[in-house]
């Protein structure tokens, strides 16, 4: 299975938009679910945001309003829109898919990219 790759990250003032995407040549994405989780220096992980092959998504409460995720089957790439960011959406963003057979609830132990960092001034 194909590692997926993010892009998309960078340095933002507080409430301007950033747009992450993520790819993997080779998985389809339309088959499984995919996380974007976050982790700022000294927190935890996260789940931020999750889309299902049913097409339902997921949101942390913290983002809800602000962050969507999409998927373009025929670009084969999941992006997660996110605006009006703040200072504590400051974060290494990454992207997950689960392993072939595993449930979405399993995705923690599945494939992760190596990340896209979002930092937000204030």
């Known amino acids: 299975q194909v590692r997926p790759v993010e892009s998309g990250g960078g340095s933002v003032q507080a409430g301007e938009s950033l747009r992450l995407s993520c790819a993997a040549p080779?998985?389809?994405?339309?088959?499984?679910?995919v996380g974007w989780f976050r982790q700022a220096p000294g927190k935890e992980r996260e789940t931020v945001a999750t889309?299902?092959?049913?097409?339902?998504?997921y949101y942390v409460d913290s983002v809800k309003g602000r962050f969507f995720i999409s998927q373009d089957n025929a670009k084969n790439t999941v992006y997660l829109q996110m605006n009006s960011l703040t200072p504590e959406d400051a974060a290494m963003y990454y992207c997950a898919t689960p392993r072939s057979g595993d449930a979405c609830s399993l995705i923690k132990r599945g494939y992760w990219g190596q990340g896209a960092q979002v930092t937000v001034s204030s």
């Open positions: 080779g998985y389809t994405f339309s088959s499984s679910c």
């Open positions: 889309i299902y092959p049913s097409g339902r998504t």
